[in-house]
């Protein structure tokens, strides 16, 4: 099942998040119809989403943004996750394909990059904290670390991953985040990149059936973890009929008008979860008569 676990370890010098998004990617990658290569990104981007969104639980107003402007043929991802593990996400070319990599792999950095990350911290009160890096390859993970060391001087080691099955259906996904604290002793630092050096593939480990909890305590082996909050993770998105009827209204009155001499009805698409609300042109004259 989906979750996230966050926990500190090795003295409280190392804070932790490690998720599984195993449905969550099955839920986008539905929604979207998405090739496998950009399920991978997407499922990549979400698990990240929502270990970052998890670091904002003091705001429960709060929404994290993850935003990928790249060269590469996926045309850029975007990602929103809340407090409450609520993810949503849509690729701009959800059928995108490119040919695997050397190793055989699906190759996200190429569908991806290169281009920009923005990570924008919306608490719900101040005005959003927003934050732009340059894509380090693509991959998404290297790329968070990158975002961690550049905009908060955090050093972090992030793995995210997703495995897909021989049907194109998520067989599993999800990741982890480990953050050196700033009184971290060189002792912690060296045994955490020891500990990193052993991680091959976030895949592997995670197609082992582990859970996230397993997740850090396998990568963190010797070192003691201790669990400081669990949560649920789905991917969910908020629309609804009433907030779609709110951006038509917001189109004011003669865009309005125009769509109503339309015989056919129009249908809007939620770009998060391609849910479909569709108008009648009576139902848009009775929106007009609320301006
Ligand atoms: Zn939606």
Redesign the pocket.
């Known amino acids: 099942m989906d979750g996230l676990v966050r926990a500190i370890a090795d003295n409280a010098q190392l804070r932790c998040f490690a998720v599984k998004t195993t449905e969550m990617t099955e839920a986008a990658r539905k929604a979207h119809n998405t090739s496998p290569v950009v399920t991978a990104a997407l499922g990549r981007l979400m698990s990240g989403a929502a270990m970052m969104a998890s670091m904002m639980e003091d705001t429960p107003e709060g929404l994290l943004t993850l935003q990928i402007d790249g060269e590469g043929d996926v045309g850029g991802l975007v990602v929103t996750a809340d407090a409450h593990g609520h993810v949503?996400g849509y690729a701009r070319n959800p059928q995108a394909i490119c040919p695997a990599s050397s190793a055989g792999k699906l190759d996200v950095g190429r569908i991806v990059g290169p281009g920009y990350l923005t990570v924008i911290r919306d608490t719900g009160n101040a005005e959003p904290y927003n934050s732009r890096i340059e894509l380090v390859s693509g991959e998404i993970g290297d790329d968070l670390a990158q975002y961690f060391a550049v905009s908060e001087q955090v050093p972090s080691g992030v793995g995210l991953g997703v495995l897909m099955n021989r049907d194109n259906t998520v067989k599993v996904a999800g990741g982890f985040m480990i953050q050196l604290m700033p009184f971290a002793s060189d002792e912690c630092v060296s045994r955490l990149e020891e500990a990193l050096s052993h991680i091959t593939s976030v895949t592997a480990l995670l197609d082992t059936g582990i859970d996230p909890e397993e997740m850090l305590r396998t990568i963190l082996h010797d070192v003691d973890v201790e669990i400081t909050g669990r949560s649920p993770v789905s991917f969910r998105?908020?629309?609804s009929r009433n907030r779609v009827e709110k951006a038509l209204i917001s189109l004011g009155r003669s865009q309005l008008e125009e769509l109503t001499s339309d015989t056919e009805p129009i249908e809007m698409k939620?770009?998060?979860?391609?849910?479909a609300y569709s108008f009648t042109p009576r139902e848009i004259r009775e929106l007009l008569t609320t301006l």
């Open positions: 949503k998105c908020n629309c939620c770009q998060f979860c391609n849910t």
